[in-house]
């Protein structure tokens, strides 16, 4: 990101603020790497309180071993949940007792290096390694895919019902197959979209903007406070138009809030 705003800004000779992401060095905002992880399990909260359920007691599933699903799990363990999955494109580690910090910080180590999650299970071994699996094969009441586009589909979806999994949280973009979401939204899961479950990234990309018109920097505390303000926010539209009752459609709160959203700014500027 730095080269590409570097570069932007020699050839544009302007800085229009469209670039996030950026280093700390010149413009970038805390918590910025970790914002869609953490946004991912404050909309997933809001969620379980919705229920009058709480993340402490639950055990989750995440996929993937990139920024999204160690800020994902690294935010669960913190809030008390017991993260018994990571995976990568090789395969699968999976924690029978729950992973913890060490095992996050030799993931960030591991990954750095170029490595796969099977030296994860070398190094420790309360950890096993499933080569070429996902993690949807395991018993988990939240399941949070945070890898890649159709990660899950619709033989993962049954077998994460069968295996007692009630909520869903999408982290990446669209990792669950079309047919996956449909058996979801048949099914007793709460299902929420990427469109509003991993949206604390570009919030606090938005964040990062409005430090950047103000020249300010803000506080690691202040910019997660806004942020959990902001997941807080999005979960209330999706309630909103989803149904506020006992079984939301987050599919559905999600999209026409979206939409309206979109759709007023249009109008309300003539451009429709
Ligand atoms: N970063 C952000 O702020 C945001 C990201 N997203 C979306 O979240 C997803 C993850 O992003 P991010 O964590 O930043 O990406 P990273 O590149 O940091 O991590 C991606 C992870 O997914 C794994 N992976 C890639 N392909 C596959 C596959 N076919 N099967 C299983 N695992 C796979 C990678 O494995 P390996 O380590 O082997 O390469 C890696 O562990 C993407 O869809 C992204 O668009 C959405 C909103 C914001
Ligand atoms: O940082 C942003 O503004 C967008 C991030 C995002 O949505 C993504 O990486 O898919």
């Known amino acids: 990101m730095g080269y590409l705003f ?31 992880g953490y946004g991912l399990i ?10 009058n359920e709480s993340l402490s007691d639950k055990t989750v599933a995440v996929s993937g071993a990139g920024n999204v699903a160690r800020h994902a799990a690294a935010k669960a363990l913190e809030e ?24 996050l910080e030799a993931v960030a180590r591991i990954k750095a290096d170029g490595g796969g999650l099977d030296r994860l299970a070398d190094d420790f071994d309360d950890v096993d390694h ?18 890649t586009e159709n990660e899950l589909d619709e033989d993962d979806a049954r ?20 047919a996956a ?3 979801f939204q048949d099914s007793e899961v709460f299902y929420a979209p990427g469109k509003a479950a991993n949206a604390g990234g570009v919030a ?8 950047n018109s103000r020249r300010e920097s803000w506080s690691a505390g202040e910019v997660d406070r806004r942020l959990r303000d902001i997941m807080e926010r999005i979960h209330r539209q999706c309630l909103e138009h989803g149904g506020d009752d006992t079984r939301p459609d987050y599919l559905t709160g999600a999209s026409v809030a979206g939409f309206q ?8 500027q003539g451009i429709i």
Request: charge should be positive; glycine fraction near 12%.
């Open 80 to 103: 008390g949940a017991t993260v018994v999955t990571l995976s990568d494109s090789r395969g699968t580690v999976h924690a029978g007792k729950g992973l913890d910090e060490k095992h």
């Open 42 to 51: 404050y909309f997933l909260q809001s969620m379980l309180t919705h229920q």
């Open 181 to 183: 979401v449909a058996v």
């Open 6 to 36: 570097g570069m932007y800004r020699k050839l544009s000779r302007s800085f229009g603020g469209a670039f996030t992401g950026k280093s700390l060095d010149f413009g970038g905002s805390v918590l910025r790497p970790e914002a869609t």
């Open 130 to 147: 499933y080569q070429g699996e996902r993690p949807w094969r395991f018993d988990c009441e939240v399941a949070l895919p945070c890898a």
């Open 261 to 268: 959203r979109v759709a007023r700014a249009m109008l309300g």
């Open 159 to 178: 077998r994460l019902l069968d295996n007692g999994c009630r909520w869903l949280a999408e982290g990446a973009n669209m990792p669950c197959t079309a």
């Open 204 to 211: 606090v990309s938005g964040l990062e903007m409005s430090q």
